[in-house]
């Protein structure tokens, strides 16, 4: 999808990129070997625009992730998702609670592949280089949960990723609520031991780990990484529907 896409160019809003379309120029490619003219671009404009594909062209082929993220507006890094596929980072953390004097306890990082987990006191100051290496943040609620938590646990870390807050993104097809509401509405499951916990019993796992409860932070972790790796298939719903909603299929 992320080579279909106009709305990273200036000036080029939804309604122009469907009209792109429609005139048949529906990848850039098809854009780039256009010679005739091009409803309401004047000459100039199209020529601007076709620098700015040939800009995206070779930051895709590259894999410059940091070209998108800062073009495309933020609501359409879904397009991305397949792209960036290889380099995606499903991220999800606990803290000790909310409010600006909590801290992180636990991070959970999928990478399609394997769950990597770095705990408060072991090896968290492990997970700024390992988030180096990823290209996409997948998230649920990130940018006004996780996100902030961790710009301030991790200042260090540049954070220009392309990130798909998958609350915001499964809203535009309908899907509203919390994580696990919403993954009992799609029917995915959880192991029996954590369907039922919820954050707040993410705070009081971590608590009776403190006080010497090993089994607590082994379940704690299993619920963290439960969190990402249903992030992926939400990710790939997410992705599927909106596409579908966008260009028909």
């Known amino acids: 999808m992320l080579n279909r896409t106009f709305l990273h160019i200036p000036r080029i809003g939804p309604k122009t990129e469907q009209r792109l379309w429609a005139c048949g120029l529906t990848d850039w490619h098809e854009a780039l070997a256009h010679s005739g003219r091009v409803p309401g671009f004047s000459p100039p404009r199209w020529a601007d625009a076709c620098d700015h594909l040939e800009s995206s062209l070779r930051s895709l082929q590259a894999g410059d992730h940091t070209y998108f993220a800062a ?3 933020s609501a359409e890094h879904w397009r991305a998702f397949s792209s960036f596929r290889s380099r995606i980072a499903y991220l ?11 801290t992180i306890t636990v991070i959970g ?7 990597a987990t770095y705990i408060a006191g072991d090896n968290l100051d492990e997970f700024p280089h390992d988030i180096s290496r990823f290209g996409m943040v997948v998230t649920f609620n990130g940018l006004t949960f996780d996100l902030p938590y961790l710009r301030r646990a991790f200042p260090q870390i540049q954070w ?10 499964l809203g535009r097809l ?3 609520g919390g ?5 009992r509405h799609l029917g995915i499951g959880r192991a029996d031991d954590i369907s039922a916990l919820s954050g707040d019993d993410a705070v009081r796992l971590w ?4 006080a010497g409860n090993d089994d607590s ?3 704690l972790v299993e619920y963290n990484a439960a969190d990402v790796e249903n992030l992926e298939t939400l990710m790939r719903y997410a992705y599927d529907h909106l596409l579908a909603q966008l260009i028909g299929g």
């Open 207 to 210: 608590y009776e780990y403190l």
């Open 160 to 169: 220009d990723h392309l990130h798909c807050d998958l609350r915001y993104a």
């Open 174 to 176: 309908g899907l509203r």
């Open 109 to 115: 990082l999928y990478d399609g592949k394997r769950t």
């Open 71 to 73: 073009h495309l507006p």
């Open 217 to 219: 932070l082994a379940q």
């Open 179 to 183: 994580l696990k509401s919403i993954e």
């Open 92 to 102: 999800d953390i606990e803290t000790t609670g909310l409010g600006p004097y909590a």
